[in-house]
């Protein structure tokens, strides 16, 4: 095998097993920190053999076989380490010296509880929002550093800090490496779920930069929604996340031009939608109303992201079902921006005029002051009702707000079509 090829060989093969590498040894040496700089240095010694004899039939469990080796040796150096490093130490020392080392093993022990817990300690609500969002990209999706800070516009050392800083918390709060139990697994999940779904989001709809879309990130948070639904299989908000981004994404492809300009819901191509993916989420959402009791947030939107999926053509969308599923939403999950979603649907459904009242009605919540999206709604809403020119000041101001490029360049431009006459409309 070429150099070249072994080294996609093992990038490939960093993707798919880091998470699960370095949830088995921080099973062992209970410290996320250590786990990862031993996976890591597993990963240098791939970079040092395998171009040489060759990348091995079971690469995960030769980079776990090889982390253990090492994390026995650090074990024995290290005699300032906590007891319960000795005892771990001791006990995989043991262990290797009296059988047959079992590569398969290696590798699968656990290796469903071990993820779980991965998951939890790495959007612990303890790390803020930004770590949790580093930390589990590093840990769960294998990305590096310099792929995190491309991927959300902020420098590299911003970044590194940030996995610092976060690993260094959960030692120091001494975190426990284990699932939450009882009344603690909802809102250890909760938080898991908003780090995923904000992995997606940003991938979806980039809130900065040149690119309307990263579908990178997508991928990544489907990934990890994915591998998550598996995990817990009798949690609906899950099968209602996952069914949200798998239909979300199932758009990806017609929502942008042959520039990179985004293209609004309602003018795209459904011949481009995803139906594989679209089939996916929809069947996740029926897995999360099985389940039964009342439905949860993702859930919701999940089914308001099927009223899309379900119709052939935009005229044939049922936005009065929309309108009430964001009703629906308000009351277990309120927020301004619900209601501005809401003010669309039923701007929809219902006539612009109506739509506009809602939209109105939130120009004096402070936390959409800097809120782009809301002088965009309303612009929308009043370009149906002629009133021309204030739209076009409206689409000014959201121009003005938004940090992503290519937004910009869409609302300006629907601003200069005010002047013409009615411009396109729908949501994004």
Same mark, same amino acid.
């Given at each position: 095998?070429?150099?070249?090829?072994?080294?996609?060989?093992?990038?490939?093969?960093?993707?798919?097993?880091?998470?699960?590498?370095?949830?088995?040894?921080?099973?062992?040496?209970?410290?996320?920190?250590?786990?990862?700089?031993?996976?890591?240095?597993?990963? /240098?010694?791939? &970079?040092?053999?395998?171009?040489?004899?060759?990348?091995?039939?079971?690469?995960g469990a030769w980079l776990m076989a090889t982390a253990k080796h090492r994390a026995i040796?650090?074990?024995?150096?290290?005699?300032?380490?906590?007891? $319960?490093?000795?005892?771990?130490?001791?006990?995989?020392?043991?262990?290797?010296?009296?059988?047959?080392?079992?590569?398969?093993?290696?590798?699968?022990?656990?290796?469903?509880?071990?993820?779980?817990?991965?998951?939890?300690?790495s959007c612990h609500p303890i790390l803020s929002t930004e770590a949790r969002v580093a930390?589990?990209?590093?840990?769960?999706?294998?990305?590096?550093?310099?792929?995190?800070?491309?991927?959300?516009?902020?420098?590299?050392?911003?970044?590194?800090?940030?996995?610092?800083?976060?690993?260094?918390?959960?030692? $120091?709060?001494?975190?426990?490496?284990?699932?939450?139990?009882?009344?603690? &697994?909802?809102?250890?999940?909760?938080?898991?779920?908003?780090?995923?779904?904000?992995?997606?989001?940003?991938?979806?709809?980039?809130?900065?930069?040149?690119?309307?879309?990263?579908?990178?990130?997508?991928?990544?948070?489907?990934?990890?929604?994915?591998?998550?639904?598996?995990?817990?299989?009798?949690?609906?908000?899950?099968?209602?996340?996952?069914?949200?981004?798998?239909?979300?994404?199932?758009?990806?492809?017609?929502?942008?031009?042959?520039?990179?300009?985004?293209?609004?819901? &309602?003018?795209?191509?459904?011949?481009?939608?995803?139906?594989?993916?679209?089939?996916?989420?929809?069947?996740?959402?029926?897995?999360?109303?099985?389940?039964?009791?009342?439905?949860?947030?993702?859930?919701?939107?999940?089914?308001?992201?099927?009223?899309?999926?379900?119709?052939?053509?935009?005229?044939?969308?049922?936005?009065?079902?929309?309108?009430?599923?964001?009703?629906?939403?308000?009351?277990?999950?309120?927020?301004?921006?619900?209601?501005?979603?809401?003010?669309?649907? /039923?701007?929809?459904?219902?006539?612009?005029?109506?739509?506009?009242?809602?939209?109105?009605?939130?120009?004096?919540?402070?936390?959409?002051?800097?809120?782009?999206?809301?002088?965009?709604?309303?612009?929308? &809403?009043?370009?149906?009702?002629?009133?021309?020119?204030?739209?076009?000041?409206?689409?000014?101001?959201?121009?003005?707000?938004?940090?992503?490029?290519?937004?910009?360049?869409?609302?300006?431009?629907?601003?200069?079509?005010?002047?013409?006459?009615?411009?396109?409309?729908?949501?994004?």
């Open positions: 095998m070429a150099a070249s090829d072994t080294q996609r060989a093992i990038d490939a093969v960093w993707r798919i097993e880091s998470a699960r590498l370095i949830a088995g040894l921080t099973r062992m040496v209970r410290d996320v920190g250590l786990a990862e700089e031993l996976a890591q240095e597993s990963l /240098v010694a791939a &970079l040092e053999r395998w171009p040489e004899t060759g990348v091995p039939e079971n690469p040796d650090l074990l024995r150096r290290n005699k300032r380490l906590e007891r $319960k490093h000795q005892e771990v130490g001791q006990e995989m020392e043991v262990e290797q010296e009296t059988s047959a080392p079992d590569l398969d093993a290696a590798i699968d022990d656990d290796v469903g509880d071990d993820l779980l817990r991965l998951v939890f300690i930390l589990t990209l590093r840990l769960l999706g294998g990305l590096s550093t310099e792929e995190i800070a491309r991927a959300f516009l902020v420098p590299e050392p911003t970044i590194a800090q940030r996995i610092v800083r976060a690993k260094r918390t959960l030692a $120091k709060e001494r975190v426990p490496f284990e699932v939450p139990r009882g009344v603690d &697994l909802a809102a250890r999940l909760s938080s898991v779920l908003e780090v995923v779904y904000l992995i997606f989001n940003e991938g979806y709809s980039a809130t900065a930069g040149d690119d309307w879309m990263r579908p990178a990130l997508c991928e990544d948070a489907l990934r990890l929604g994915r591998i998550l639904a598996e995990l817990v299989p009798l949690e609906a908000e899950v099968h209602g996340l996952v069914a949200l981004m798998e239909i979300q994404a199932s758009r990806s492809g017609a929502r942008l031009g042959p520039a990179g300009e985004p293209i609004l819901l &309602l003018d795209q191509n459904r011949a481009r939608w995803d139906q594989v993916l679209i089939r996916r989420g929809l069947a996740a959402l029926e897995r999360a109303e099985a389940l039964g009791g009342a439905r949860g947030p993702y859930s919701l939107q999940a089914a308001i992201a099927a009223c899309h999926a379900r119709a052939r053509t935009a005229a044939e969308t049922d936005w009065a079902r929309i309108a009430a599923l964001y009703q629906e939403l308000a009351q277990i999950s309120p927020s301004p921006v619900v209601e501005l979603n809401r003010a669309v649907a /039923v701007g929809m459904a219902f006539g612009p005029a109506a739509g506009l009242a809602l939209a109105d009605a939130l120009t004096s919540e402070p936390s959409l002051k800097r809120y782009h999206l809301l002088p965009s709604v309303r612009g929308d &809403l009043l370009a149906k009702l002629d009133r021309l020119d204030e739209a076009r000041l409206e689409f000014e101001r959201a121009a003005s707000l938004t940090r992503n490029a290519r937004e910009r360049q869409l609302l300006l431009e629907r601003a200069a079509a005010c002047a013409a006459g009615p411009t396109p409309s729908g949501p994004p």
